[in-house]
């Protein structure tokens, strides 16, 4: 199984430019989520579905854009990248939205806006 | 709403001494509760989780957690440390109702564990 996949692992952009990181699972999971990780805050949530074709907004949603056509994926769009999104991000599956369900994570995303 | 406090944003213990990991936590409804490890550069691998059954927790790599309610404690242990011990500790909380915490995991900020030879 290959579990949470992100892709890519490592970007550099410059401010202004948009990008996709890409969150497949195989699991069939109907809840999937993103996060960012910034030292000395944990990972704060971006935003979330609890199935395809629903999606809702987290902790820090702003600058960011998702979707949920399939079971399966769950990009993660930034729409004009400033520095401030310079973080690790993490794509996260699980069973259900609620608690109990052990959620996976993907190996996460390095993103450098310059 | 729910919120996590890690008690410490770093712990340093000898190789074979006891790991001590506190967390508290607060919930509007019954949690679920979590912890991740994450060694560095690598993404975050489930230690245990508690989900309202035994208080007790058993994990891997020898850890253990326990669910005091009455505290809102989920206090991460090990009775002897390992060099590869060495990361970056998370709890963390999810809500087992609906309310504005459906469907949304809290993150305490992380303890980062040293461990010296």
């Known amino acids: 199984n290959a579990g949470v996949t992100q892709t890519p692992k490592f970007q550099v952009l410059k401010t202004g430019q948009s990008m996709t990181l890409q969150c497949a699972q195989d699991?069939?999971?109907?809840?999937m989520s993103w996060y960012r990780q910034d030292p000395g805050m944990g990972l704060r949530l971006i935003h979330y579905?609890?199935?395809?074709?629903?999606?809702d907004q987290g902790e820090v949603p702003n600058g960011y854009n998702v979707s949920r056509s399939t079971t399966e994926d769950f990009p993660l769009r930034l729409l004009s990248a400033a520095p401030s999104q310079t973080s690790v991000y993490f794509c996260?599956?699980?069973?259900?939205?609620?608690?109990?369900?052990?959620?996976?994570f993907g190996e996460g995303s390095w993103l450098t806006v310059v | 709403a729910q919120s996590v406090t890690q008690l410490d944003s770093h712990v340093s213990v000898s190789e074979g001494t006891p790991v001590l990991l506190r967390c508290n936590y607060s919930?509007?409804?019954?949690?679920?509760l979590f912890w991740y490890v994450q060694h560095p550069n690598k993404g975050l691998q489930l230690l245990l989780k508690?989900?309202?059954?035994?208080?007790l927790v058993k994990g891997i790599n020898g850890f253990e957690a326990e669910f005091k309610k009455s505290e809102t404690s989920f206090h991460l242990t090990k009775p002897s440390a390992h060099m590869s011990d060495a990361a970056e500790y998370f709890c963390?909380?999810?809500?087992?109702?609906?309310?504005?915490?459906?469907?949304?995991?809290?993150f305490g900020q992380g303890t980062i564990l040293t461990v010296h030879p």
């Open positions: 699991m069939n999971h109907e809840y």
């Open positions: 919930s509007s409804y019954s949690p679920s």
């Open positions: 963390v909380v999810s809500s087992n109702a609906g309310g504005t915490s459906y469907g949304k995991l809290t």
């Open positions: 579905s609890v199935g395809a074709g629903i999606t």
């Open positions: 996260a599956s699980s069973l259900g939205a609620l608690g109990g369900n052990t959620i996976y």
């Open positions: 508690y989900t309202s059954a035994a208080t």
